[in-house]
C-alpha cells in the first residue's frame, strides 16, 4: 500500500504563476483533505471533501484557490496567480470517514 | 472555536531523561485528542489518540478534561524520539483536525 500519495514533491514557481498539485488518497477512503502549513506552524484545513462534494471550503482563499475531486478519488488543489506568501506545504490527507486520517508527504511550494 | 496550544518549539532533554510535551486545548464539547509525529523526511503519522488509552513507542497520554490538557510522556527518551511533534484536536464525528503548532523534541545522547 503506497498510502497518500501527492505530486509533485517540490515546486518553484515565479509569483503571478498557476500552481496545481495533485493528491491519490488511500484506496477506498471516502473523505479527502487539503491542509496548508506554513513554515514553524501546524497543518490547517483549506478543504474536506466527502466523496466528490466539498462539504468544508470556508478556509480556502476562493479569490485565487479551486479544488476539485470529480470522481471522488483523487483531487487537485490549484492556485492561480500565485503570490509570494502561498510559500508553504501543502498536504493531502484522506480518511474512511470518521475514522484516522493518513497524510501524503505533501507538496512544498516555494513561490519567488 | 476549537484551538489547540503547545507552549514549546523546542524541547532538549539528554538520553534516558524523562519527557514530557505539554499540549492545552480550548473546546466546548467532548473532543477527541490525538498527538502526530513527524520524523525528519517522513510524513505526519498518528502516535497515538486519547480514546484508545494505548502506549506507544513508550508514550502515553492522558486526557485531563478539567484542566484541558493532553499532555505526551515518556520516562526515558531515545535518541530516536527526535522528531516534531503536534497536538491535534477534533470534533466527534467525520471533522477535520486542528493543529497546534508543534513542538520539536531533541534527544541529545
Known amino acids: 500500500e503506497a498510502g497518500v500519495v501527492q505530486s509533485p514533491r517540490y515546486k518553484i514557481i515565479e509569483k503571478k504563476q498557476p500552481v496545481a498539485f495533485w493528491c491519490n488518497p488511500i484506496?477506498?477512503?471516502?473523505?479527502l483533505y487539503w491542509y496548508l502549513q506554513n513554515l514553524g506552524q501546524g497543518p490547517e484545513l483549506l478543504i474536506r471533501?466527502?466523496?466528490?462534494?466539498?462539504?468544508?471550503d470556508s478556509q480556502l482563499p476562493k479569490d485565487r484557490f479551486s479544488a476539485e475531486r470529480l470522481k471522488g478519488v483523487d483531487s487537485t488543489l490549484k492556485i492561480q496567480p500565485a503570490e509570494l506568501g502561498d510559500s508553504a506545504v501543502y498536504l493531502c490527507a484522506s480518511s474512511a470517514g470518521q475514522y484516522e486520517q493518513f497524510f501524503g508527504p505533501g507538496t512544498r511550494l516555494t513561490v519567488l | 472555536a476549537q484551538r489547540v496550544t503547545q507552549p514549546e518549539k523546542l524541547l532538549s532533554v539528554f538520553k534516558g531523561a524523562p519527557v514530557e510535551l505539554k499540549c492545552n486545548y480550548s473546546?466546548?464539547?467532548?473532543?477527541?485528542l490525538f498527538w502526530y509525529v513527524q520524523y525528519s523526511r517522513q510524513r505526519l503519522q498518528l502516535l497515538l489518540r486519547h480514546i484508545s488509552r494505548e502506549s506507544i513507542k513508550g508514550f502515553t497520554a492522558d486526557l485531563n478534561k478539567g484542566e484541558t490538557s493532553f499532555h505526551l510522556k515518556k520516562p526515558f527518551a531515545q535518541e530516536e524520539d527526535s522528531a516534531m511533534y503536534y497536538c491535534a484536536l477534533k470534533r466527534p464525528g467525520n471533522t477535520p483536525l486542528v493543529f497546534g503548532k508543534g513542538t520539536r523534541l531533541s534527544v541529545i545522547a
Open positions: 484506496s477506498g477512503h471516502n473523505t
Open positions: 471533501y466527502e466523496n466528490e462534494e466539498a462539504v468544508d
Open positions: 473546546y466546548s464539547g467532548s473532543p477527541e
